[in-house]
């Protein structure tokens, strides 16, 4: 039967047209047999132009539609349902892009542009041509996520889905939830303190009976496919009984010989292999650090409560998502960078937050009191020469509300802010102004030529050819120099490598697209949200956690889902099993099985993703590709590349 086929080409508001002749390609193409009705449009995605081709379908009846526009990363998705909403079967519509692949690639060449979209448009007619009504892969799914990471958005995403119904086994790899939340006290823009939102998040998750924490876990093996995947959690013991006596742990602590620096201080302080929680962090329970112990034996004589034979376990878990909320890292400066490592009085901003919790009446570091001090703003973000080209975009407004903090807890305190352009955007401006009626004073220099910290004649002198003063080289003479660090991506990678998620240019990861699919990834089933995206303040991590929790939701929430249904078929007449295919396929998704007492290759469709690389490598062609198959794309490339 010959298909009645609509075209439709857009001008995607002269992100096409400028380069491309769209009326050209739509007179090039009119003619292609089966083609019955081209027309152009200046946004297809519009919701006028999208009930226009809905009329068209129905009106005239038509088998296929092709779509000339902008990535099917975008569009893809809204164009099927256009053709469902028509009556049409959605895999009958067929997508050319025409604006990365032609307008965009282009545009030094606008008549090569036009030549390249007509056939990019001939080549996705002839698709059309071959398409079949296609049905989706119907799988089951289970009713349960998997929330990596037990911050702030991580807890809070646990919550969100354990309210809607589903069961939540919330994973954090370290013995104490929070995150880097715990760590702070008071928060910009809110009135809570950090150990104020971690506590609520904490005692919300606490009380609900669908989500189960684990502490001290990670995530050791993943198998399956989005409804049903299969985890198998690390979980390392506390080496203490549930009922610990205060008093006995507090001996303990003290008799233990090992002494290490405390990363919940950012190494400031050190604290024993024994120890127990902050205040901020939750579960209220001590640990032993087993890689720092030397089972020495001695906190066992004096706390009962101690069990250095507990062993790690390993726990199976069914899942239909898996969420992930990591979080970040702060930038630690290299040796010698503004004099960090090299001079005593060189600290990173989340150090000298902590110093300022420790100090009550008196700023004072290594045993000198503080009154200048000099924050040296973008360290880490906005590299020039560096890997971090992003800003981080909370440094800022972190910075001017803790040197706020700073003038009006202590005396005489006076505040330089050596900075490259201040960025406290939305309402985190009311900081900024503040700031500046308390009697701070910014200092700008231009990123390629930033401030020099060095010491002279035993003081630690900033200096900097200031913009805002015609280019004047100021220096002032700093008691404390705070180096003001973005946000980077974890340096331990394993969940990303594991679950196989990919990163962006700036190392954090990737959602498919930051406006239409913003917590989705190209794995099926896995969400991101929070910081491990990229950088984010506490609200939008918590806005992030919120999209993520319903993204997951609405994959297991049926108990059944429907997939992709261009996945590898085999055809058992010719496969005589090489195992090829199997070695080829990076899902896991072919396997050998019997029939009629020889062994095939046989695909689990929920598992396939339709990538076509067990294809190649089957020597007898054994294998095609449900609706991209050898024909359709024969007949895509004679259309691409006529007479050959």
Known sequence: MNKKIGVYICHCGGNISDYVDVEKVRQSVESEAGVLLSKTTLFACADSNQQEMVDDIKDQHLDGIVVASCSPKLHLLTFRAVAERAGLN?????????????????????PGATEKAIKLVKSAIAKVRNAEALEPVKVESVKAVAVIGAGVAGMRAAIELAEAGSEVFLIEREFF?????????????????????????????????????????????????VGNFSLKVKVTPRHFKLQCDPGALKKAIEVCPVEVPDEFNFNITMRKAIYHNYPSEYPQLPAIDMKNCTRCGACEKVCDSIDLSQKEEIINLKVGSVLVATGF???????????YGEMDNVVTLPQFKRIVHYCVDKLTYKGKEIKNIAYIYCVGSRQVDGENKYCSRYCCTSNIHTAITVKKKYKNIHNFH????????????VWYDES????????QSFEHDPPVVENRNGQTIVKIKDVLTADKELEVVADLVVLVTGMVPRKDN??????????????????????????????????????????KNIMESMNSALAAATKS????ASGALELEPTVAKVDTSACSWCGKCEEACPFSAIDRVGQNGNSIAHVNASVCKGCGMCLPVCPENALDLIG?????????????????
């Open 329 to 339: 890292d702060p930038y630690e400066p290299k040796p010698g960078e503004f004099g």
């Open 418 to 429: 050596f900075n490259r352009g201040i960025r406290t955007y939305g309402k985190a401006e």
């Open 177 to 225: 939830v929070g995150g880097r939340v715990s760590q702070w006290d008071d928060l910009c823009i809110t009135p809570e303190t950090g150990k104020e939102l971690v506590t609520r998040l904490y005692d919300e998750v606490m009380k609900h009976k669908h989500v189960t924490l684990f502490t001290g876990a990670e995530l050791a093996e993943y198998s399956g496919s």
């Open 90 to 110: 959605k895999y009958n519509y067929v997508h050319a892009n025409i604006r990365e692949q032609g307008s965009w690639a282009h545009s030094d060449n606008k």
């Open 494 to 535: 394993s969940i990303g490598s594991l679950l196989k998620i990919p990163r962006g240019r700036d190392k954090f990861f990737n959602e498919i697209h930051m406006k239409l699919r913003p917590v989705e990834t190209v794995i099926d089933g896995v969400t991101i949200a929070g910081a491990g995206q990229g950088p």
């Open 436 to 443: 500046s009626r308390l009697g701070d004073i910014y200092l």
């Open 628 to 644: 991209l198959s050898d024909v359709d794309m024969e007949s895509m490339i004679d259309a691409l590349i006529p007479n050959i």
């Open 553 to 556: 939701f609405s994959l297991v």
